[in-house]
């Protein structure tokens, strides 16, 4: 079936299997540009709108509210598939899942319906403003609403977006307040200031506030105390992270292994007349694909405990929670340590000549190194370790 076929079959008709079969055309189309692109950073403009006309954006709000009711399972596994050829729109396309369900997992049950059902109706386009590091945005009360001032850094897919779930800081309030913005509204200024040496097409850049007016319904209502759900979006944001960076390490390894069978030659000690059978890059290759293989199946392996606990919801225990969040842990771990070790060991069995920029294969190393920086692995790692030892699931919060 091709691309224009999928687009025009009608979504109460298509199968998961379906969304794959448009997942990898479109990442067969933006691989044809991703190292252009790569080169030129700021926005994936015509990538964006790609997604939206996929309706892919809708992939897991609920059927009831109009979206295509799919797993986070389904959701990873075509994060990964974007994130092998373009992990810029792999990032950009996982946030708008972690900002989809920021009211499902925040607010009340009623601002959950709103807001999945405006955004599937509208077909709207999440970006990210959480930095819990950033503190720098403050809500004040203002007559019958509130006003929001101030800048936040890291908002990922802030250009070309329609809503910014952001944490914000309030008087009198311990914890952040999560506010939901429309990206339009006066007084918010998009800084397209995102200049990094990877990742360059996410537009992570800046949002500034100036005087926003915020209406009290969007301002997310938790649910009660002691609900573990609520703490439950540091998880897919984890899991999200470590699809991704297995992407690019699968990326990185087919990249290589289509060049080193086309372009790369034997060593000249080798004794062999072909590179595919030169013992130093057989020996490489099982190397990282046993790494990739392992990497693969605790990615799944969490997938799965993820998939569990959100359909529990609100009967979701502490102990189910910190199940998975050790599985995600334990992935992400293993994930990050070994794809920075495979995206730069592909050189190992490319030569020389891969190192022209022409190739761009420099990109999934430094897209991989610049998003594992997103939050400290060795944490993960002494979460794993209380956990082994001491029987300790990790205590919920941002990044946990």
Not at 65 to 93: C, K, N, P
Not at 202 to 229: C, H, K, M, W, Y
Not at 274 to 288: F, K, N, R, V, W
Not at 329 to 355: E, Q, Y
């Amino acid at each position: 079936m091709s691309l224009n076929s999928l687009l025009t079959t009608p979504e109460p008709t298509r199968t998961t299997q379906d969304y794959f079969k448009l997942t990898d055309e479109l990442a067969n189309e933006f691989a044809k540009t991703a190292v252009q692109r790569d080169r030129q950073g700021g926005t994936a403009k015509q990538e964006r709108d790609r997604l939206r006309q996929s309706g892919l954006l809708k992939l897991v709000i609920p059927k009831r509210y109009g979206g295509l009711g799919e797993s986070w399972e389904t959701a990873m596994q075509i994060t990964r598939r974007f994130a092998a050829v373009d992990s810029s729109i792999a990032h950009l396309f996982s946030y708008q899942h972690l900002g989809v369900v920021a009211p499902h997992v925040f607010g009340s049950p009623e601002q959950a319906e709103r807001y999945y059902t405006l955004t599937a109706q509208n077909n709207w386009f999440w970006c990210n403003g959480f930095n819990p590091l950033d503190r720098r945005v403050t809500l004040t009360p203002d007559d019958d609403g509130f006003r929001l001032n101030g800048t936040k850094s890291f908002c990922s897919g802030s250009v070309d977006s329609d809503l910014i779930p952001i944490s914000t800081v309030q008087e009198g309030f311990a914890a952040f307040r999560i506010v939901i913005v429309p990206t339009q509204r006066q007084g918010v200024t998009v800084n397209a200031d995102w200049n990094n040496m990877g990742q360059r097409q996410t537009d992570s850049g800046s949002i500034t506030f100036s005087n926003v007016r915020i209406e009290p319904e969007e301002i997310l209502a938790p649910v009660p105390e002691g609900q573990v759900f609520k703490t439950f979006r540091s998880c897919l944001t984890q899991l999200t992270f470590t699809n991704i960076y297995l992407g690019i390490a699968q990326g990185a390894f087919q990249a290589a292994k289509q060049y080193t069978q086309t372009q790369t030659r034997p060593w000249l000690n080798s004794g062999v007349e072909s590179a595919t059978q030169d013992p130093y890059i057989l020996h490489h290759y099982g190397e990282m694909a046993i790494a990739l293989e392992a990497a693969t199946l605790l990615a799944d392996r969490a997938n799965k405990l993820v998939q569990t606990a959100w359909e529990k919801e609100y009967s979701l225990t502490p102990e189910e929670r910190g199940e998975a969040a050790i599985a995600i842990a334990t992935a992400k771990a293993f994930v990050t340590k070994a794809g920075i070790d495979l995206t730069s060991k592909i050189f190992d069995v490319m030569g020389t000549r891969a190192t022209s920029a022409d190739y761009g294969f420099d990109r999934f190393w430094r897209n991989l190194r610049t998003f594992t920086l997103h939050d400290p692995v060795d944490y993960k790692i002494r979460s794993v370790g209380n956990w082994a030892l001491n029987g300790e699931y990790p205590t919920p919060d941002f990044y946990a």
